[in-house]
């Protein structure tokens, strides 16, 4: 009895002088220097008292900011936060969070085939996609961002329409999705984004050919990756047809204007005994899962089977490849107009292997991995 007096005094005591802040649950030690209260868990909720609307009010001489969960003080008998303010309770409504509308991801396009892609958004519980601007019919994806979609038109365009969506509703408007599906031998446009793969950001129409003597069954772009325009002579010496250039192995490009370099960093000693591994090949980063670089083996056969034997081959073929020049030791532009350097994605032990011509000769040669040199991309069909 002596000590359950004891504690009885002690727990008065602490009630009657406790000026101190709270704070609650195991890791909460410290509470904010700005709360009394401060209440932490990734579980669980506040859980104000919840009562009727008759009950609200007849709570007796209510305090300013007295809060209760009144369960049907909603005109249409729902309920909602009540807050006792200014002599009166107030209902206070809360706002229900849409999902933004999903960036457009880039399109596989394939002969009678598009894989179309989209990024996740925060607080969508799924996704949506139709032929039309119409959410009620679109087809549930659930929380999928990619839909593939075959039985196409070859060398058609195609328009998608996709939103994101939870139990508030769907993100508006939609976001309009286009691809082609890929007849190789007509163009693509993509639209690349300046940052650790494409060194600027620009709008670029690829065209495409297939049946090139020694690889038939591949389809290839007719411009260099991240050229503004074809060229318009096997010497031409502008970036605009030069495009960008890359290190071995390496997937961030540069763009060099004849006077300036971007980026402005260069990797100066490239070590690493690999062959181009796909996760660096800007084809794939850059126009879509089925685009790659070249092996050395399909350079060597097109250059053999087209019998080329100076820079007229690669320019009169149907490739029309021109002498784009390189970006040499220090990252310094070189030979542009004079000679042309293209990457395969393979290697000859610590070199690179590159398709190489100039005036009076056309063969594979090998570089250190250090060198940037224009790319060609292609695709199985």
């Known amino acids: 009895m002596k000590n359950l007096i004891s504690f009885a005094i002690l727990f008065l005591l602490a009630v009657t002088s406790v000026v101190a802040q709270v704070g609650i649950n195991s890791d909460n030690s410290s509470p904010n220097s700005s709360a009394m209260l401060d209440v932490k868990s990734t579980t669980k909720g506040l859980l104000p008292p919840r009562m009727t609307f008759e009950e609200r009010n007849a709570i007796v001489n209510p305090a300013e900011g007295l809060s209760v969960i009144c369960m049907n003080c909603n005109g249409d008998g729902s309920g909602c936060f009540s807050i006792y303010l200014g002599g009166q309770w107030l209902n206070m409504y809360g706002y229900c969070a849409i999902p933004v509308p999903p960036a457009a991801g880039i399109p596989v396009q394939l002969n009678a085939q598009i894989i179309w892609n989209w990024n996740a958004v925060p607080i969508a519980t799924g996704y949506k996609i139709n032929t039309i601007n119409d959410f009620a019919t679109a087809t549930d994806m659930g929380t999928a961002t990619t839909k593939n979609e075959t039985g196409l038109l070859q060398g058609s365009s195609y328009t998608r329409y996709v939103w994101a969506y939870n139990a508030c509703g769907y993100s508006y408007p939609p976001t309009i999705l286009i691809a082609d599906a890929l007849a190789c031998g007509s163009t693509f446009t993509v639209n690349h984004v300046g940052g650790t793969v494409a060194p600027s950001s620009k709008t670029v129409t690829y065209g495409t050919v297939t049946n090139i003597p020694g690889e038939a069954p591949k389809c ?98 149907d490739l029309q490849m021109h002498a784009a020049g390189n970006l040499a030791s220090g990252g310094s532009l070189g030979n542009r107009g004079s000679y042309g350097f293209y990457w395969s994605n393979t290697q000859d032990v610590d070199n690179g292997l590159l398709l190489m011509f100039s005036v009076g000769s056309s063969f594979i040669n090998t570089y250190q991995k250090m060198n940037g040199f224009p790319l060609r991309c292609l695709r199985v069909l």
């Open 220 to 317: 290839w772009i007719t411009r260099n990756l991240g050229a503004s325009q074809q060229p318009a002579s096997v010497s031409d010496n502008t970036e605009a047809s030069a495009g960008w250039y890359w290190q071995f192995n390496l997937k961030q490009g540069y763009w060099h204007n004849g006077t300036n370099r971007y980026p402005t960093t260069w990797v100066n000693t490239i070590t690493e005994n690999s062959d181009w591994i796909a996760a660096n090949d800007p084809c794939t980063l850059l126009l879509g899962i089925t685009w790659r670089i070249p092996t050395a083996a399909e350079w060597t056969n097109v250059d053999a089977s087209g019998a080329w034997s100076g820079w007229n081959g690669p320019w009169n073929s």
